[in-house]
């Protein structure tokens, strides 16, 4: 379940392209240390692709170990994170000026695209001649090349422009008649051979011919042919050129390539086409990531969930020996290990699980080059740092003000967890933390799904995280009798829709997935795992804790989803319940679930995931989701765990023991939240 292999560096490319040159080292005076590796990373990397790294991760262990050992400097001094951004467009800025490259202005870009917009109306369904152009347009002005996703919106809008510029041309020499006939015969006429012409040509070539100012028809043909290259250039899916870029050093040229594919074949066209239906842009899963009670990633928890296995425990800690509840569902491998001690510390819990299943998201979609303007992430938490605010607030009673740490304030913020993964990634296009309870992380990937379809971003990063197994939140919850009180055997406490369900169990995780636009993703031509194809979202306006006894808000949304999807109740084939094992939330889930399927209730697979995690509140629906991707990735269903008997009224067709196959079709994930909050994700295979 890998979308793209990372590459790896052999001893040779090292030596190539990372060896630092004397004038390297001249730059380097009077740096030292982490600051010296860094610039050096910096520099190195920019001269062999073009792009500065976003940070840390973009850049191989390997390269960082052997530009330090250059260096004499120890590698795990580098942390990009730890960079202000002030300092790091410093170097930036010092690296462009040794290279001899600046900064695309506004006004940069505008003559571009005129320039483009020129160029391409002569390029004869050539595509290759224009890239050849712009190429040399960027070494002539000594421009750095516009990110990827800028570079697309100048072709696009060179494009129209040109398209425009022959229409109007055309148009200017015809009467109003002529012109919209001659515009539809373009449109259906492939390459305005005069030998091939059918009735409706001629007539059109009739009124050419008796238009005023002497139209000449051999002329127009030839505007009509190119205004036909103009349309036929569709450069829409592009996202990468190859673009050199030469560095003059003495009497040496340099060169290093941004990027390696071609531009859009016919193929790639129709398959950027296919990506969007109605209008409206497909939006695909191309990468999961999670931490869970069950495994420390995607493929380890996928694989516990459809065992049956269970990742609830007995509560080991002091505090637990005075509480009524005994068990929760912790995440099984703690984060720490994952990484750097020094941000580590800096961290909250939360934050440190959603880093940990974001980098694997990210590293499962295969890195995707992106316009970091075209990037965004949207992480949920349901409470935040809560860990972070309670451990504070007991060194403020213990040792007084002087005690709490400066990084207090970004470690408990309910956003802290959005704003590391957006930090991490280089996310420009917008970074956000819906809260909505125990369907934030749902909330967060409805949120994104918009963002794609109203074209602000290319892929968005989301999902959500929690880490909030406290005596405080534990004591909270079992005071409003929501948790389970079942200790022996710790496994058997979350039992979701089963006739002895007395609370839920409090886990604690993350679950992250890519979303990219159908047109990024067929540029690049990575796996998809899935479709999301809808979500609805609605309130129920009943009450701040307990749901709709009937269950109206939960079904609005679930046929709110379906509505968005363009799809009916007949196409659904399963549904991930959110089923947290509390007596009124499971009722009235399975009353929503029969008012949308009807007849067919019985017959559509349902699985309760937190029968095996517990339920992680805002991180539920990020796990969730990422369990329902992978049922329909491998149609099987998982199974539910401790469903002796399902409770009287439910007709529901819970999978139980082991995973059911299921057909291709409409999956749902249901959330729904403390406060009223209900959301609904519709996916389907891709």
Same mark, same amino acid.
């Given at each position: 379940?890998?979308?793209?292999?990372?590459?790896?560096?052999?001893?040779?490319?090292?030596?190539?392209?990372?060896?630092?040159?004397?004038?390297?080292?001249?730059?380097?005076?009077?740096?030292?240390?982490?600051?010296?590796?860094?610039?050096?990373?910096?520099?190195?990397?920019?001269?062999?692709?073009?792009?500065?790294?976003?940070?840390?991760?973009?850049?191989?262990? =390997?390269?960082?170990?052997?530009?330090?050992?250059?260096?004499?400097?120890?590698?795990?001094? $580098?942390?990009?994170?730890?960079?202000?951004?002030?300092?790091?467009?410093?170097?930036?800025?010092?690296?462009?000026?040794?290279?001899?490259?600046?900064?695309?202005?506004?006004?940069?870009?505008?003559?571009?695209?005129?320039? $483009?917009?020129?160029?391409?109306?002569?390029?004869?369904?050539?595509?290759?001649?224009?890239? *050849?152009?712009?190429?040399?347009?960027?070494?002539?002005?000594?421009?750095?090349?516009?990110?990827?996703?800028?570079?697309?919106?100048?072709?696009?809008?060179?494009?129209?422009?040109?398209?425009?510029?022959?229409?109007?041309?055309?148009?200017?020499?015809?009467?109003?008649?002529?012109?919209?006939?001659?515009?539809?015969?373009?449109?259906?006429?492939?390459?305005?051979? $005069?030998?091939?012409?059918?009735?409706?040509?001629?007539?059109?070539?009739?009124?050419?011919?008796?238009?005023?100012?002497?139209?000449? $028809?051999?002329?127009?043909?030839?505007?009509?042919? &190119?205004?036909? @290259?103009?349309?036929?250039?569709?450069?829409?899916?592009?996202?990468?050129?190859?673009? =050199?870029?030469?560095? @003059?050093?003495?009497?040496?040229?340099?060169?290093?390539?941004?990027?390696?594919?071609?531009?859009?074949?016919?193929?790639?066209?129709?398959?950027?086409?296919?990506?969007?239906?109605?209008?409206?842009?497909?939006?695909?899963?191309?990468?999961?990531?999670?931490?869970?009670?069950?495994?420390?990633?995607?493929?380890?928890?996928?694989?516990?969930?459809?065992?049956?296995? /269970?990742?609830?425990?007995?509560?080991?800690? *002091?505090?637990?020996?005075?509480?009524?509840?005994?068990?929760?569902?912790?995440?099984?491998?703690?984060?720490?290990?994952?990484?750097?001690?020094?941000?580590? !510390?800096?961290?909250?819990?939360? &934050? &440190?699980?959603?880093?940990?299943?974001?980098?694997?998201?990210? /590293?499962?979609?295969?890195?995707?080059?992106?316009?970091?303007?075209?990037?965004?992430?949207?992480?949920?938490?349901?409470?935040?740092?809560?860990?972070?605010?309670?451990?504070?607030?007991?060194?403020?009673?213990?040792?007084?003000?002087?005690?709490?740490?400066?990084?207090?304030?970004?470690?408990?913020?309910?956003?802290?967890?959005?704003?590391?993964?957006?930090?991490?990634?280089?996310?420009? @296009?917008?970074?956000?933390?819906?809260?909505?309870?125990?369907?934030?992380?749902?909330?967060?990937?409805?949120?994104?799904?918009?963002?794609?379809?109203?074209?602000?971003?290319?892929?968005?990063?989301?999902?959500?995280?929690?880490?909030?197994?406290?005596?405080?939140?534990?004591?909270?919850?079992?005071?409003?009798?929501?948790?389970?009180?079942?200790?022996?055997?710790?496994?058997?406490?979350?039992?979701?829709?089963?006739?002895?369900?007395?609370?839920?169990?409090?886990?604690?995780?993350?679950?992250?997935?890519?979303?990219?636009?159908?047109?990024?993703?067929? @540029?690049?031509?990575?796996? !998809?795992?899935?479709?999301?194809?809808?979500?609805?979202?609605?309130?129920?306006?009943?009450?701040?804790?307990?749901?709709?006894?009937?269950?109206?808000?939960?079904?609005?949304?679930?046929?709110?989803?379906?509505?968005?999807?363009? !799809?009916?109740?007949?196409?659904?084939?399963?549904?991930?319940?959110?089923?947290?094992?509390?007596?009124?939330? =499971?009722?009235?889930?399975?009353?929503?679930?029969?008012?949308?399927?009807?007849?067919?209730?019985?017959?559509?697979?349902?699985?309760?995931?937190?029968?095996?995690?517990?339920?992680?509140?805002?991180?539920?629906?990020?796990?969730?989701?990422?369990?329902?991707?992978?049922?329909?990735?491998?149609?099987?269903?998982?199974?539910?765990?401790?469903?002796?008997?399902?409770?009287?009224?439910?007709?529901?067709?819970?999978?139980?023991?082991?995973?059911?196959?299921?057909?291709?079709?409409?999956?749902?994930?249901?959330?729904?939240?403390?406060?009223?909050?209900?959301?609904?994700?519709?996916?389907?295979?891709?």
């Amino acid at each position: 379940m890998r979308c793209m292999e990372p590459t790896a560096f052999d001893v040779d490319e090292l030596i190539e392209f990372w060896t630092l040159l004397d004038e390297d080292r001249a730059l380097l005076a009077g740096k030292r240390g982490a600051t010296a590796l860094g610039f050096a990373v910096l520099l190195k990397h920019y001269s062999r692709h073009g792009q500065f790294p976003r940070g840390r991760s973009e850049v191989p262990d =390997d390269v960082i170990v052997f530009v330090a050992g250059q260096l004499g400097v120890d590698a795990a001094d $580098l942390g990009f994170y730890e960079w202000s951004g002030s300092t790091i467009e410093y170097h930036r800025a010092q690296v462009r000026d040794h290279l001899g490259y600046r900064v695309a202005t506004v006004a940069d870009q505008e003559r571009l695209t005129v320039w $483009l917009s020129e160029a391409v109306a002569h390029a004869e369904r050539r595509p290759d001649r224009v890239r *050849e152009e712009l190429l040399a347009e960027f070494r002539r002005l000594r421009i750095e090349p516009p990110t990827p996703g800028r570079l697309v919106r100048m072709v696009r809008s060179a494009l129209r422009t040109a398209e425009q510029n022959w229409a109007s041309r055309i148009a200017g020499r015809l009467n109003p008649s002529a012109t919209a006939r001659l515009l539809g015969l373009i449109a259906v006429s492939e390459d305005g051979d $005069l030998d091939s012409v059918n009735e409706e040509s001629a007539s059109v070539l009739a009124l050419i011919k008796a238009s005023p100012g002497n139209v000449s $028809l051999e002329s127009m043909m030839t505007e009509i042919g &190119q205004l036909q @290259a103009v349309r036929a250039l569709d450069l829409s899916c592009i996202y990468r050129w190859p673009i =050199d870029i030469y560095v @003059a050093r003495g009497s040496s040229v340099r060169s290093a390539e941004i990027g390696a594919d071609e531009l859009p074949s016919t193929s790639r066209r129709e398959e950027c086409a296919m990506s969007q239906k109605n209008g409206r842009t497909d939006v695909f899963v191309t990468g999961l990531g999670a931490s869970t009670p069950l495994g420390g990633d995607v493929p380890s928890s996928w694989a516990a969930l459809l065992a049956g296995q /269970s990742g609830v425990v007995t509560l080991e800690a *002091e505090w637990a020996a005075g509480m009524a509840v005994k068990v929760a569902a912790p995440a099984i491998k703690d984060p720490l290990s994952a990484l750097d001690r020094v941000q580590a !510390r800096r961290l909250d819990r939360n &934050q &440190q699980l959603a880093l940990v299943a974001a980098r694997e998201a990210w /590293s499962d979609a295969g890195a995707p080059e992106v316009d970091p303007e075209r990037l965004a992430v949207v992480v949920a938490s349901g409470v935040g740092g809560i860990q972070t605010t309670f451990s504070q607030h007991e060194l403020y009673v213990e040792r007084g003000a002087r005690s709490i740490s400066p990084h207090s304030i970004p470690m408990l913020m309910p956003n802290g967890a959005a704003a590391t993964v957006g930090l991490e990634l280089g996310a420009e @296009a917008g970074v956000h933390a819906p809260t909505s309870a125990c369907a934030s992380s749902s909330e967060a990937i409805a949120l994104a799904l918009d963002l794609i379809r109203a074209g602000r971003a290319d892929i968005v990063v989301c999902g959500g995280s929690e880490a909030a197994i406290h005596p405080v939140t534990i004591a909270g919850f079992s005071a409003m009798r929501a948790m389970s009180t079942r200790g022996d055997p710790a496994e058997a406490a979350s039992r979701p829709f089963d006739r002895d369900r007395d609370g839920f169990v409090l886990g604690e995780g993350a679950g992250i997935l890519v979303l990219e636009s159908g047109e990024h993703a067929a @540029a690049r031509r990575c796996r !998809r795992y899935a479709r999301l194809i809808g979500a609805g979202i609605t309130s129920d306006a009943h009450h701040v804790t307990q749901p709709d006894p009937q269950g109206r808000g939960a079904a609005r949304a679930m046929r709110a989803a379906l509505v968005d999807s363009d !799809r009916r109740a007949g196409d659904v084939v399963h549904i991930n319940a959110h089923a947290t094992s509390t007596p009124l939330g =499971d009722r009235a889930e399975a009353a929503a679930i029969a008012a949308v399927l009807g007849a067919r209730t019985s017959e559509v697979a349902v699985s309760a995931t937190k029968s095996t995690t517990g339920h992680l509140l805002g991180a539920a629906g990020g796990i969730e989701a990422v369990a329902t991707v992978c049922a329909l990735h491998d149609g099987i269903a998982p199974p539910t765990r401790n469903l002796d008997a399902v409770d009287d009224g439910m007709e529901l067709d819970v999978v139980t023991r082991v995973g059911r196959k299921i057909n291709a079709g409409v999956a749902l994930s249901n959330s729904f939240g403390f406060g009223g909050h209900n959301v609904v994700l519709a996916f389907e295979a891709a």
